[in-house]
């Protein structure tokens, strides 16, 4: 690589070979107003039960409150964006939905694995580089960095959108005592637009910009332990692992290509159509040959049982009623109570 180019262009065309779709430079200061729409956010209690976007809100206010030597952030973006409609089960009783980002391989290893290796490229071309790399595992705030390093703008369902290539990218972060030339922030090209938040099925945003965990249907199948709320069975549908319904319908996607995602999220045959029948009949070391290596081994067995249960109860399939049935005397008494409203909901008229 030439070295007369200046270092943000080298590293630019370094994580483009490794694979990342997107990649700019923020000063380590460059979100503030984020730490107070965080505090705001946790002070009206809509993170629900993630306890730990609490417990550690002072270091995850700004970079370097989590490191304070920090003066630059290197955020980069991997393609997952799919190649098949996103929606296209909806509405398949005997299915169970899976999030696109769930179908392949674990964002976390995929993404980190090629930030560590940017990370050793750069201190090789700067060995005075100190750095720390982070993928969704520590108390950072990736979009609102990724936007200020001109990556795109979180729309009005809170997620990172880009113009070049929608909703649909996985974030990572490179922290470092390097000063590096910053690129000019995203702006909002949102407009009128609220299609995002007509598509919930919960309404799980309360008003344009802000989400309430508790009602969104990704927060209840995969970060939600207990039951699932009555009010919102209904509105999941087939869904079994996460919703992909408000960033599915953003515009944007429109030019988003399949072709640059990464292959290692490609979908697994199982994981893009996955019968509600073997989802119910999982136990703990068949749920982990499942799903070993896919970011669903995180929820464990319980819950995935839990999410197919109300799922079936969704589907108008009484052939299911056996498997449920099975589970009404399930250790997990959620996974219980799941099995027998799911039992009652198939029953009645």
Known sequence: MNKDKPLEQRIKEQAAALGFAACGVARADA??????RLQQWLAEGMHGDMIWMEARADQ??????????????????MSYAPAADP?????????GRISVYAQGGDY?????????????????EVPAADLKVFVDTAPVMEKPLAEAAGLGWQGKHTNLVSRAHGGWLFLGAIYTTLALVPDAPGSAHCGSCDAC??????????????LDARRCISYLTIEHAGPIPHEFRRAIGNRVYGCDDCVAVCP??????????????????????????DLLALDEASFRQVFAGSPIKRIGRNRMVRNAAIAAGNSG?????????????????????AAGWAIDALRRP
């Open 197 to 210: 938040r007509r598509a919930c099925p919960t309404d799980a945003f309360p008003a344009p910009y802000r």
């Open 60 to 77: 995850r206010q700004s970079p370097r409150d989590l490191w304070p030597e920090a003066r630059s952030v290197i955020a980069l973006g």
């Open 317 to 337: 399939r009484p052939a299911l009623v056996p498997a449920l049935t099975r589970l009404v005397d399930d250790p997990d008494p959620v996974v219980a109570e």
């Open 252 to 277: 944007w996607n429109r030019f988003a290509r399949a072709a640059a995602a990464n292959r290692a999220f490609a979908p697994r045959a199982e994981l893009a159509v996955t019968e509600l029948a």
């Open 31 to 36: 979100a503030p107003r984020s730490g107070e």
């Open 108 to 124: 976390h290893d995929v993404v980190k694995r090629q930030l560590k290796a940017l990370a050793r490229w750069l201190v090789a």
């Open 87 to 95: 929606l296209a089960l909806a509405g398949e009783g005997e299915l």
